[in-house]
Structures are given as structure tokens and as C-alpha cells.
């Protein structure tokens, strides 16, 4: 008896497996667009499984790709003469359409529709059949009466999702304004789904739609949700001294923590929008009464005072750093503003003596192995703003040895390579960058790999190497902030090395100090160069793009920068810009973007 129950059993799973190989085989060659091959196959498993409603579809399918409609018809037919299922009588009447017997399919269509004033439980498969088949008047149709029909139920989420398909997209955001207050922990899903729809330009339609709806809301029915998501849009926009409004309202709901408020400043800060996240943190200091949040705070406004100012303002905030260290002392807790205090002294103050006995003092507190690799990594850094590399590898050396393996071990070998580089010592700086390429972090994996590559292209160009040490030597004053000196040594390397390999990085590099300084038509002359002379190089999607963003920034040139942008997503598709470019260009097309 045993025996045969386990012949039965691989009898059993034989036929499964064989099913499924044949099924996996018909897809195949569906799929490849042999239909004639797929139809055999489909044919053998809905005569070996006859009730199988997922083989009964693929070969009506099949039958319907081949324009058999007549064979379709008369399987689904056989079907409904042995049960009235709606999800055949919908194929049914899609069979018709196809065959322009366009009366029998809404007969059909309306029987299905109505199957569900008595079977509510059929709704969403009769709903995703009409979808299917891009019958979406039929499916809303569906959703729509199962409001009354299902109440409990919920396809705001499926009625959202065929409105964007239709275009309609203020039923579009209806729909999922209503699911979030259905579901409000889906308040992220949704905005996934509708950002892309949603434009930096707050003028769009859609972006019109969604503030209106949120904003009636608001007023309607004042739940922390419509705030977060009105603050949502406001950031997409730009707006962010809008989005704090909203966020300083859901604050006062549930005043717990400022953590959204502290990522709003971020953001803004990011974005170039200091006023607004200044104005923030100043909100931040003054609502906070954690210590560690305020002095963040504080922090943040005083490296945004402090770009752009001259030698009197920088005096004014020298003066704050220390009445911040009166009120708060000089511990493992004050760290990161000591750290940004050093910085400011060097980098600003240009008093690289007083910074570097200042972070030498830090170095004497009771901190932990992390932050003295921090504390080291700065005066490093003001070493070789000294020009006194030796000793600012030895303090990158302390670092990779300490701690091994982590981030900053490896931000730690860059600039070994960086200061070796600045030394003139090509080799060395190489050998390092080759160690870092597969570094865990991103950004100096691909900051190593640039380094090398401008290494590797030019340190043969001649056995002197004349000018890679002079470009190494333009990026060190570009590091010290010797804007102009670094302009005029590439000037250099442009009148006496032309036509060597090295010039369109000479250019790139020219050009983005231009912007520095604001020179933005000197910048548009070395992309324009660029662009003419080097366009199958590997800078020529970099200049394209930067110089769309001066036209369209700062130079009013909307036609020329549409055209650069264009270019880029028609003749660099495997550029980092691609995505930028086409949201960039269709919006000064005027498009809406969805």
C-alpha cells in the first residue's frame, strides 16, 4: 500500500513538473513572438488540465495574438456554457471588440459590471480583467460602485493608478489623497508614486492640483498628515520657507522631536537656500533644549555666515565660536564645533598657527579613537594648506593605521595620494588611488578613480612631466583658495603645452574656477572650447551639461541651454546627467513632466 501510494506521489509531482517545464517553454516562445509554437503547447496542457483557468487565458490569448478570433470565441463559449464566470464573460466581449463587433462586447461588458451588485467579492478580479485590457472606463466603472457595494474595502490606490495611466491627474491625486486617509502609514508609498508627476516648477498643473487638494484638507479635517505631505510638495518646489511653515505646524502637534525640521534646514542649506536655513536653525536654537542639538544648530548658522564675508563680519563670528565655547565648554560633546571652529580659523582666517594650536589642544581631551582621527584629519589638511606635506602624511598615516578598514582610514589614503600628487610624486599618488578604486565609499572610490585617470593620461606626455605638476600644482591653490593664482597656472598650461592630452582638463578645471569667481562668460568660452575640440572625450557630457546650467542659471539663454540638455539625452545616454538633462529639457519645453 505504501508502495503505491508513493508511485502516486511521483506520478503526481512527474506531471506537475512536466506541466510546469511545458508552461515555462510556451511563455518562451509567446514571449519571442513564435505564437504558433506557444499555441501547441497551450493546446496539450488545456487538454491534460481542462479547468485550468491560467492555461484557458494564455490559449485564448494566443488564439486572439494569431487574430483566431473565431477559435477564441468558441473556447470561451465552452467555458460559459459550464459556469457564467465573469472574468470570461469581460474576455468574451474583448474577443468581439477585437473583431469589431463592438454592441456584443458592451453587452458583455455590462453583464460583468452588473455581476457584482450580487457577488461583491468579484469586484477586483473583474476590475483587473477590463485593466488588462486597457478597458479603463469599464474598470472605474467597477471601483466606483464598489464604494457602496463593498464599503469596507479600498481601491482608491487602483483608481489612482488608472486616472495617471488616462492622464487625469486630479482624479489621479483624489484617489490617493483619500487612500492616505484610509491608510495614513502608506503616506511614503504614496509619495513615491506621485513624484514623478510632481515638477520643481510650482506653476505645473499637477503640482496645482495637489496643493489645492491638500490645502482644503487642511482646512477641512487638520491632520498631521496633510501637513507633512504639504511640506513634501513645498520641498519638491523649492519652497522651502513654505515647507517650514507646515513642518513648524506638525511640530506644535506632536512637539517630540525636531529631527524633520533639522533635515528641512538640511535640505534648504543644500539647495542654496541659506536665508531659509538659517532662518530654521535659528528656530531649532531657540525651541530646543538639547544641548547636542542646539550646538548642531548653532554650528550650521555660523559656517552659512560665514561664506561671503569680509575680514570685519569674519571677527563677528570669531567672536561667536568663543561665546559658544563659554556657554557650552570644550569637550568630546563640543567637538564638531571645535572641528569647525579650526577649520574657520585656517580656511577663512587664513591664522593656520592658531588653528593648528587650537585642535592640537582637542586632541588632549577625553575623546574617543574616532574623533582624534577626525581632530588629525584637519590639521592634516592645514598642513598641506602650509605646503608642509611631510608632516601632513604622517597624520594621514596615524589615521589608516589606527583605524583600518573603515571610512575615514580611506579618506585618509586619498589624500595620501592627494598630497603626494600636490608633491609631485605621480607614482606613489597613483599606487594608493589604484587601492582606493574599490573603496566602500562611492564617492572616493569615483575620486580616486578621476585622480588616477588624470594621472595615468598625462604623466607620459613628457619625461619632465611639466604639466601635470603644474595642474597639480593649480589644484593646490585652488585648495588654498588662491582662486586666481590657480586660474593664471593654467592659463599657463594653455599657451605652452597645446595640443597635449591634458588641455581638456585644463579647460574643465579653468572653467569651473570661472564660476567661482562668477566669470560665467569666461566659464561658457572653456565649455565652449570643450565642446568644440574634445567632443568624443571623456569632459564632453560634463561640459555640455554645465554649460546648459550657466545658460539657463545665470546667462538667460533658455533656447541655448534647452539644446545642450537635448543633446545630452539624444548623444550621451550613458551619462550621470541623462536624467538631470531630460527633466531639465522638458521643462523648459514646458512640458508636463509625468
Request: glycine share 2%; charged share 30%; proline share 2%.
Amino acid at each position: 500500500m505504501k508502495k503505491f501510494v508513493l508511485t502516486i506521489s511521483i506520478l503526481i509531482s512527474f506531471s506537475f513538473g512536466f506541466s510546469q517545464n511545458s508552461m515555462v517553454l510556451a511563455d518562451s516562445y509567446y514571449k519571442k513572438g513564435d505564437f504558433q509554437k506557444a499555441l501547441l503547447i497551450y493546446e496539450n496542457l488545456v487538454k491534460e488540465k481542462p479547468y485550468n483557468s491560467k492555461y484557458v487565458d494564455k490559449l485564448v490569448d494566443t488564439h486572439q495574438q494569431l487574430e483566431q478570433f473565431d477559435e477564441a470565441e468558441q473556447i470561451l463559449l465552452n467555458r460559459l456554457e459550464k459556469r457564467r464566470a465573469p472574468n470570461f464573460v469581460v474576455e468574451l466581449g474583448y474577443n468581439y471588440q477585437l473583431k469589431d463587433s463592438l454592441e456584443k462586447a458592451k453587452k458583455l461588458y455590462r453583464e460583468a459590471i452588473n455581476f457584482i451588485d450580487e457577488k461583491p467579492n468579484y469586484i477586483y478580479t473583474i476590475a483587473k480583467r477590463f485593466e488588462d485590457h486597457s478597458l479603463l472606463d469599464e474598470a472605474i466603472e467597477v471601483y466606483s460602485r464598489a464604494k457602496d457595494l463593498a464599503p469596507e474595502q479600498n481601491y482608491n490606490i487602483q483608481l489612482a493608478k488608472i486616472y495617471g495611466d488616462k492622464g487625469d491627474i486630479e482624479a489621479m491625486f483624489k484617489n490617493y489623497i483619500d487612500y492616505i486617509e484610509f491608510r495614513p502609514q502608506y503616506l511614503n508609498n504614496i509619495k513615491r508614486a506621485i513624484s514623478e508627476f510632481i515638477d520643481e516648477d510650482k506653476t505645473n498643473e499637477a503640482n496645482t492640483f495637489l496643493r489645492r487638494q491638500l490645502l482644503k484638507k487642511i482646512q477641512q479635517n487638520p491632520m498631521a498628515y496633510w501637513y507633512e505631505m504639504l511640506s513634501w510638495l513645498y520641498i519638491q518646489e523649492g519652497a522651502y520657507n513654505k515647507a517650514f511653515i507646515q513642518e513648524k505646524a506638525l511640530y506644535k502637534r506632536n512637539p517630540e522631536s525636531l529631527e524633520r525640521i533639522i533635515e528641512l534646514a538640511v535640505t534648504a542649506n543644500d539647495d542654496n537656500d541659506k536665508d531659509t536655513a538659517k532662518t530654521i536653525f535659528k528656530y531649532v536654537t531657540e525651541t530646543t533644549q538639547d544641548a547636542y542639538t542646539a550646538l548642531l544648530a548653532h554650528q550650521y548658522i555660523l559656517e552659512i555666515e560665514t561664506k561671503n564675508t569680509n575680514t570685519e563680519e569674519l571677527e563677528i563670528i570669531d567672536q561667536k565660536y568663543n561665546q559658544l565655547f563659554k556657554d557650552y565648554g570644550k569637550s568630546d560633546l563640543t567637538l564638531p564645533l571645535q572641528l569647525a571652529y579650526g577649520e574657520f580659523l585656517a580656511f577663512h582666517k587664513k591664522d593656520t598657527k592658531n588653528a593648528t594650536s587650537f585642535l592640537r589642544k582637542s586632541l588632549k581631551l577625553s575623546i574617543s579613537e574616532f574623533q582624534e582621527a577626525k581632530v588629525k584629519l584637519l590639521l592634516a589638511d592645514i598642513l598641506v594648506l602650509e605646503e608642509r606635506f611631510n608632516e601632513a602624511l604622517i597624520f594621514y598615516s596615524q589615521i589608516q593605521l589606527s583605524l583600518k578598514n573603515s571610512t575615514i582610514s580611506q579618506e585618509a589614503r586619498y589624500k595620501v595620494a592627494k598630497t603626494s600628487y600636490y608633491k609631485g610624486d605621480f607614482e606613489w599618488a597613483e599606487s594608493q588611488l589604484k587601492i582606493l578604486k574599490s573603496s566602500t565609499s562611492q564617492l572616493i572610490a569615483n575620486d580616486a578613480l578621476d585622480l588616477k585617470l588624470l594621472i595615468s593620461d598625462n604623466k607620459y606626455e613628457d619625461s619632465m612631466q611639466t604639466a601635470l605638476k603644474h595642474f597639480a600644482k593649480a589644484d593646490l591653490f585652488a585648495f588654498q583658495n588662491k582662486t586666481d593664482h590657480a586660474i593664471r597656472l593654467l592659463d599657463k598650461i594653455l599657451e605652452e603645452h597645446k595640443g597635449e592630452s591634458i588641455i581638456d582638463q585644463t579647460l574643465y578645471q579653468q572653467a569651473k574656477l570661472f564660476e567661482k569667481k562668477k566669470q560665467f562668460t569666461k566659464a561658457e568660452a572653456n565649455y565652449l572650447q570643450i565642446i568644440k575640440d574634445y567632443s568624443e572625450d571623456i569632459l564632453a557630457d560634463d561640459a555640455h551639461y554645465y554649460l546648459a546650467e550657466l545658460y539657463n542659471s545665470y546667462l538667460l539663454k533658455p533656447e541655448e541651454a534647452k539644446a545642450l540638455f537635448e543633446k545630452i539625452i539624444f548623444e550621451y545616454e550613458d551619462s550621470i546627467y541623462f536624467i538631470d538633462a531630460r527633466k531639465k529639457y522638458r521643462m523648459l519645453r514646458g512640458d508636463a513632466i509625468n
